[in-house]
């Protein structure tokens, strides 16, 4: 149990020499569009900058994002994997930049399990404990009683190989959770396991957290399992942070495009629209329909003194309703869903998607017919053009 | 069983079906080329020379002889031999996979500052080497003459071996070692405890090639070792056939010399077999540690 701070962290990988700079260099040249998850720079390549972040104690903090954002990086280095490049770690209120992962007091799970093949489950869960000179009673109840919460005392006198994926990554998890550590570190622990294994291990993680109260550092590429399991979420791109706040609020106030595209399944329908300011009025223009914003938003809008100017609009699917009159589309594809229809749309040349609760279902859609769907001025989601930052914050 | 395969076989492409049976014919050839050997050789250290060189392999056990047995076996010199073999297999062995783990590890580590000058040092030596009058001159210099240690040293470290080793080691997931190092491990401990234990298929592999290799070499102690009470096996089996040749110019008795020749070409065969079978017996114990397996469950494969 203890808090975290990362200050102005920052991670450069330097190049090995000056002709694999060139290199570098030579190829990104030619092939710009590879540029797009580094940072080229004369140091090397960045992978996090500006990472600052406070948390709490006995915090659940997720790192999301797509591949190459740099989350994996910045948790390496809290573990003390990757060498710090700037900036500080604190845990504990102890700057831990240059001390060795042993000596900070944390535990990791990693992606692929990474458990001792030649030893039983028992052994690799007690390996951490006898390296640090614990009494033999004391690491066989810690062990047990760590085996009795991942419930897989069954299996200690096992070797890995002897074991379902599921049940290895529960192994994992309990070498990390026997030694009680300060910040216990999570890298995508779920990400190979099927889908219902998945989900299960989720539910497993929450109750885990319940149990063991301390304070935990996940990361995760499954917007999903941001949402369902942190606290806070930390949404990354490009080694940069976009957005850190509850799932609610990333949810709810998307701080940019990249973060209203990333949270959220289906993702976000984005529209080329126009933001009208009559007076203390705000209205968003699209295709001829006109949504005055709500009373909360055109507050946070005027406040932030925001004029009429064409903007991208942001509508999540959930708040995307089938109407008699409003923006016309064709049905393109139908999915079912169970409890709903995911509908996707054709407007002026845009997918769109629109889900429809069977409830509400009157009729069946098929490929083509005209539909016509509509919004309400809460849900609107506001971005320049310009910066792709949300116009309300 | 027979049908599974057959029906397994069955199933194959035509294309694949045809290179299957060329495989195992070649498979096969090769199997006959190195078993008749090995049945002749043994076959005919039982058999009256006279009759082997008459008419062959012959399956009258009354044309079956151990003359060449008691005489290789009654030869006293043998035993000290063997025993002496025994000695520098397992300490050369020891000695080497020591020395050529130790060295590889640091060369698998991406981390090791100067890894690739020594990596450059190692593979010159494997094409320049002193030559046999200088390093000669350099055990005689340093000592090592007619001792042990002029047979254990000079070839203990391997930089073959120890490629080898550190590409066995690169081949561990990067992960284990994270793993132990956040657990608390040093790298002495991850070293001994988790790095060694997953590697037995290679320290196995690289501990026969070295017992092999020193079991059947006598050059080196018949070039460095002049006391009789420290010949390996290799070299008192070569004295012993060299001794029964029938010598040049000596062609006065001519029964006497064909009795030689014969004799001669019965203890090739017996000192063959003899000098093998200790391998033979070894080769099933080491077997149990080529296990491929060794990772399994590991890391997700």
Known sequence: MASVQLKNIKKVYPYISGEDKKKNKKKNADEPEKKINLQITDEGVVAVQQFSLDIKDKEFIVLVGPSGCGKSTTLRMVAGLEEISGGELIIDGKVMNDVAPKDRDIAMVFQNYALYPHMTVYENMAFSLKLRHTAKEEIDKKVREAARILDITQYLERKPKALSGGQRQRVAIGRAIVRAPKVMLMDEPLSNLDAKLRNEMRAEIIKLRQRIDTTFMYVTHDQTEAMTLGDRIVIMRDGYIQQIGTPQEVFNHPANLFVAGFIGMPVMNFFDAELKREGDKFFVVLSGLKVQLDEKKTARLLKNNVQSQPITLGVRPEHTNISDKGVPAKVDVSEMMGSSVHLHVDADGHDVIIIVPILDMEDNYNYGDLVHFTFNGNVAHVFSKETDKNLEY | ?301
């Open chain 2, 1 to 301: 069983m027979k049908t599974k395969k057959r029906s397994e076989f069955s199933k194959l492409p035509s294309g694949d079906k045809t290179l299957l049976i060329i495989a195992y014919a070649i498979l096969g050839l090769f199997l006959v080329a190195i078993i008749l050997p090995i049945i002749y050789i043994i076959l005919a250290s039982f058999i009256d020379p006279v009759t082997l060189q008459n008419s062959g392999l012959t399956f009258d056990f009354s044309k079956w002889t151990l003359t060449a047995y008691e005489r290789v076996l009654g030869n006293s010199q043998i035993w000290v031999g063997f025993k002496n073999a025994l000695i520098y297999s397992i300490l050369f062995t020891i000695i080497s996979v020591v020395v050529t783990l130790l060295a590889a590890y640091p060369m698998s580590r991406a981390d090791f500052k100067g890894r690739g000058f020594f990596n450059t040092i190692f593979v010159i030596t494997m094409f320049f080497g002193g030559g046999l009058i200088p390093t000669y001159l350099l055990i005689s210099n340093l000592g090592m003459l007619d001792t042990i240690w002029a047979i254990l040293i000079p070839g203990a470290f391997s930089v073959w071996n120890m490629i080898i080793a550190r590409t066995y080691y690169m081949g561990i997931p990067r992960d284990l070692q994270e793993a132990a190092e956040i657990d608390g491990a040093t790298e002495m401990v991850y070293f001994f405890q988790i790095l060694l234990p997953v590697c037995t298929p290679i320290i196995a592999t690289i501990a026969m090639w070295q017992f092999v290799g020193m079991w059947n070499s006598y050059f080196d102690a018949m070039i460095y070792l002049n006391s009789a009470s420290k010949q390996p096996l290799q070299l008192v089996l070569r004295a012993i056939l060299i001794q029964s040749q029938p010598e040049p110019g000596m062609v006065s008795d001519m029964q006497s010399t064909a009795a030689r020749a014969q004799l001669a070409e019965l203890l090739k065969y017996a000192t063959i077999i003899i000098s093998s079978l200790p391998l033979m017996i070894m080769y099933p114990f080491f077997q149990k540690y080529f296990d491929n397996g060794i990772m399994a469950g590991a890391v997700k494969g």
